[in-house]
Structures are given as C-alpha cells and as structure tokens.
C-alpha cells in the first residue's frame, strides 16, 4: 500500500500501523455496538435515568484508580503485550454479559459487574495505547496518526449504533455484545503480527517510572495544565451523548432501540467529519485553538436543549459531534507531542484521569438530574458548565500557555528529578 508520506494519511505508511488501523476499524464498530446495548439493556431493566448513570459512572470508575499507572505500565513495560491482555479481558467481559442476555438470566448487577470490568480493562489499555503510537508511527506522524485513529474511532461510531439499534429490535441486546466480543480477536491477531524490529524506539534517559514525576512534569507546564482542564470540564459534563440520547429518545420524543441507534449515528456524522478536518488541521497547535474549540462545543450543547422534535435533535447532533471532535483530537495530540518521550506513558496516564475521571462522579448527578429538573435543563446545564469553564480557562491561563521549545524533562523538572 503506497501513501503519500506528506499527505493525511501519512501514518499508514508504517507497517504497524496500518495493520493495526484495519483491524480496529472492525473492533471499534463493535465496541459501539456495545455502548448502544448497554444503554438500552440498562433501561429495559430499571428504566431509570439515575441507573444509567450510575452505569456509566461504574464503568469509568477503574480510571480513577488505574489509568495512570496504566501509563506507568506504558514506560516500563512491552505496550504490544499489555495491550494484547487488555483485549483478551474486554471480549471475555462482553462475551460474559452476551451469553447471559441471550440465555435470559441477565441482572441489573451483571450489568454493572461487566461494565466495571470492562472499564477496568480500558484503564490500562487507554494510556498503553496512546503513548503506543509514539513507537508505530514515530515522532513526526503522532499527530496524523492521532487524528487517523479518531476517524476511525468515529467511523465506527457512524455505523455501530445504527446496527446494534437494529438488531435490538429485532433480536435484543445479546448479539450486540456477542459481536463486540468477536471483534476483539481481529485486534490481538494484529498486535501478534507487528513486527518489532520496526519500532520507533529510541534510547531515554533513565527514569524510577514514578507517578509524581510525571505531577512534578506536568506542574512546571502551565500549556498542559489548560488541556487537561478543559478536557476535564468537557468530558464531565458535556459528552454525555449516551445519557442525553437514551433519556431524549425515550422520555422526550417517546421512541425505540432504531431511533436511539440513529441518534448515535448522527453525532459520528459530525464526529468523523470532525477527525478528518484535523488531518488537515495539524498546524493549529496552541491551547487557545483548544479553548475556543471548548466553548463553541458548550454553545452547542446547550443550543441541542431546545431542539423542538426528534428531527431537528438528530440533525443537530452532528453540529455537536464535530466541534467535540476537533477539540478532543488537539487535545490528545499536543499532550503527546509536547511532552518528553521518556516519561510520555504516564503523561498521558494522568490526561486520561482528568479527561475521564470526573465521569464517574458526573454521570449519576446528570442522570438524578434528570429525572428531577428534567431532561432538557440537564443538557442545557451541561453545555453552559462546559463552555463557562473554558472561558475561564482562558481567563487564568491566557499569558501562560506559551509552548516550550524543549519539552525534555532535564528542562522542565526541578534539578531534584533526577536524584
């Protein structure tokens, strides 16, 4: 396969990489077959928005405890063996919960039981596998392969809901999760068939591996400081598509498993539309390009309350996907590039807690407020929090977002780092 080495696709050049990319193509439409599934199966048991909720926040809670020594994993540790493990874990966990879906003995417990393992396993696989990118495509194409990935995430996301909502209605949730279960045989074949000896991996000072080196780096970097609060804000109260959907589709607009699907198919509409303009976009590189990114998403959202009917909802979720998107993937991908290699793997370890470790705790209180403000308050609250904060993001940070020209630790870290 020939790939124009300057071009948006650039990162597929690399063996690795490519063959990593295709097989998760087919593993991220299940995982969103899946979302889709336990959503619903979540409300055909409890019908309850707070259930939902606390199903969601059960299922990020591992990041809490996890996710950064996850990325202390991904400093120490062979990232292609972790990441094979992770994958075993997450399709015994939705093969788990298939069979007892379609053998009619599922619970409320064995949802909330899988979903933690499931989380548990995406805890550690998340910061392996960012920081894994670095060592597939190398320095120079972090970024394409950043946003190549999210496109691909979202592609997934274009088609997995839509067909899980299908086959709800017309099977139930079981296969759903049976063939998410499936999907991840395709992604530990390819991490079984990197090669390698064509790894990017070069020669790092070295280092404890230590958690709080990584605090100590982050505290001497205000540019990285103003990503993670913004992603913070934005994942706690503004991507709540699963909760805002599910609740709209049934408790406003009175619709089934189908709609609910389509609803998630529209917002990957945006979502991928916004991945691949990245691609394009790798020259805006600046925290502030992030913040604005932050509000127009949080004006978004809030505009999404006061769609009138399940049209107009649907086709404003792409609005909402996109400008979510390009905040994200900037995000992602200048907290990779501007921090040091060396100790990279627990950066993004400690990213991932703060851009999911407010779920836990955000998801129950929107799906309890739901249910007593109603519904549409709770999405307009989400919006204006999410673009409030990174106003005053801004507002803190403004003359401090500078980015350095020398992001090595020996720079950064106080003199003692290395003691």
Not at 160 to 177: D, E, H, K, Q, V
Not at 211 to 235: H, K, T
Not at 262 to 274: F, Q, R
Request: with cysteine; charged share 10%.
């Amino acid at each position: 396969m020939r790939v124009n080495e300057t071009g948006n696709l650039r990162a597929l050049r690399h063996r690795n990489f490519r063959i990593l990319f295709f097989a998760n193509a087919t593993s991220n439409v299940g995982s969103w077959m899946q979302r889709i599934a336990q959503d619903w199966l979540t409300l055909e048991l409890t019908h309850s928005g707070t259930y939902l909720g606390f199903v969601t926040a059960v299922q990020f809670l591992p990041v809490i405890f996890l996710s950064m020594h996850g990325g202390a994993f991904a400093d120490r540790m062979n990232k292609r063996k972790v990441l094979i493990y992770t994958n075993i874990a997450g399709g015994l966990s939705g093969a788990a919960l298939g069979i007892l879906v379609v053998a009619h003995m599922v619970q409320i417990w064995h949802v909330f039981f899988f979903a933690c393992t499931l989380g548990i396993s995406g805890a550690i696989d998340n910061p392996v596998r960012q920081s894994f990118n670095s060592e597939i495509v190398g320095h120079e194409d972090i970024a394409n392969a950043v946003s190549l990935n999210s496109a691909n995430f979202n592609a997934g996301r274009l088609i997995g809901p839509a067909i899980s909502g299908w086959l709800i209605a017309a099977f139930g949730t079981g296969p759903s999760f049976l063939i998410n279960a499936f999907t991840y045989i395709f992604v530990i074949m390819a991490l079984l068939k990197m090669r390698e000896k064509d790894f990017f991996i070069k020669e790092r000072k070295a280092s404890a591996g230590k958690i709080r080196e990584a605090w100590s780096y982050i505290q001497a970097r205000p540019d990285l400081q103003a990503i993670m609060c913004i992603v913070f804000f934005q994942a706690t109260f503004g991507l709540n598509f699963q909760i805002f959907n599910a609740l709209s589709a049934t408790k406003i607009f009175h619709r089934g498993p189908a709609s609910f699907g389509l609803l998630g198919t529209m917002i990957a509409v945006g979502s991928l539309s916004g991945a691949i303009l990245s691609a394009r976009m790798e020259r805006f590189k600046s925290p502030t390009f992030i913040i604005k990114g932050s509000i127009c998403f949080g004006c978004s959202i809030a505009i999404l309350s006061i769609m009138p009917n399940y049209t107009a909802y649907a086709l404003w979720l792409p609005v909402c996907g996109f400008t979510a998107l390009m905040t994200m993937i900037r995000a992602n991908a200048l907290m990779q590039i501007h921090s040091d290699p060396a100790i990279r793997g627990r950066v993004m370890g400690i990213y991932l807690f703060i851009f999911m470790g407010g779920t836990p705790f955000g998801s129950p209180i929107i799906g309890w407020l739901a249910e007593v403000i109603g519904v549409r308050p709770t999405i307009a609250i989400g919006g204006i929090v999410t673009a409030l904060a990174a106003l005053t993001t801004w507002f803190i940070y403004r003359n401090r977002m500078e980015v350095p020209t020398d992001f090595s630790i020996d720079v950064v870290l106080p003199p003692t780092y290395n003691n």
